[in-house]
């Protein structure tokens, strides 16, 4: 059983930067695809960036538009999200998922098999 674990998260003043981590723990780690969603109060989830087992990067460019970048260290199991120039409505819980192999529909919650329980960032003005 793969679980995963988020951190990094917090309070940050709007232009501020966080790098959100996410922890594997129970599979191999260079075998799965992972993803970063995040989800409002009051708003579904929302895809933010993905990364596959073999590196290939994509990111929701209407709302991140390049200030979030997505990355992974294999020898950790971890993926990161690097999260730049942030503004108060990047305010969300964010969650990372899993799915083993690789992936088509990268935005798409549903076909990722783990998730973590989430961290909270806070942007204020």
């Known amino acids: 059983q793969v679980q995963l674990v988020e951190s990094g998260g917090g309070l940050v003043q709007a232009g501020g930067s966080l790098r959100l981590s996410c922890t594997a723990s129970?599979?191999?780690?260079?075998?799965?695809?992972m993803g970063w969603f995040r989800q409002a109060p009051g708003k579904e989830r929302e895809f933010v960036a993905a990364?596959?087992?073999?590196?290939?990067?994509?990111a929701n460019t209407d709302s991140v538009k390049g200030r979030f970048t997505i990355s992974r260290d294999d020898a950790k199991n971890t993926v990161y999200l690097q999260m730049n120039s942030l503004k108060p409505e990047d305010t969300a819980i964010y969650y990372c998922?899993?799915?083993?192999?690789?992936?088509?529909?990268?935005?798409?919650?549903?076909?990722?098999?783990?998730w973590g329980q989430g961290t909270q960032v806070t942007v204020s003005s």
């Open positions: 990364i596959t087992w073999a590196g290939s990067t994509s």
């Open positions: 998922a899993g799915r083993r192999g690789l992936i088509n529909r990268k935005s798409d919650p549903l076909i990722y098999n783990y």
């Open positions: 129970g599979g191999t780690f260079s075998e799965y695809s």
